[in-house]
């Protein structure tokens, strides 16, 4: 399994950016994904997790109300729309999909989310 996000880029505070990850490969295998991300000088953190059927969902307390996680299973696509953005929000974001079958975790490249004050 393969993970390729998209969607980075600078932002002002205040506003909207839509972050995507496309899987390929055994993208049957995949169960949970999530998005992470890390600022420089910190731990990765998670952002939010989306289960297999999207019906169990997981936020940070800092993205809240802010940020929603997605994904289009017969695309093998995965979304985060971010509202609201704030300076702290800025990190580079990463793509995370858990496989069955004791395969592992795959992880995507991670794109670069900056947001100006």
């Known amino acids: 399994v393969q993970l390729v996000e998209s969607g980075g880029g600078l932002v002002q505070t205040g506003g909207s950016l839509r972050l995507s990850c496309a899987a390929s490969g055994s993208t049957f295998a995949i169960d949970d994904m999530g998005w992470y991300r890390r600022s420089p000088g910190k731990r990765r953190e998670l952002v939010a997790v989306i289960s297999s059927g999207g019906n169990m969902i997981k936020y940070a307390e800092s993205v809240k109300d802010r940020f929603t996680i997605s994904r289009d299973n017969v695309k093998s696509l995965m979304y985060l729309q971010m509202n609201s953005l704030k300076p702290e929000d800025s990190a580079v974001y990463y793509c995370?999909?858990?496989?069955?079958?004791?395969?592992?975790?795959?992880w995507g490249q991670g794109t670069q989310v900056t947001v100006s004050s």
């Open positions: 995370r999909a858990d496989l069955a079958y004791g395969w592992g975790p795959r």
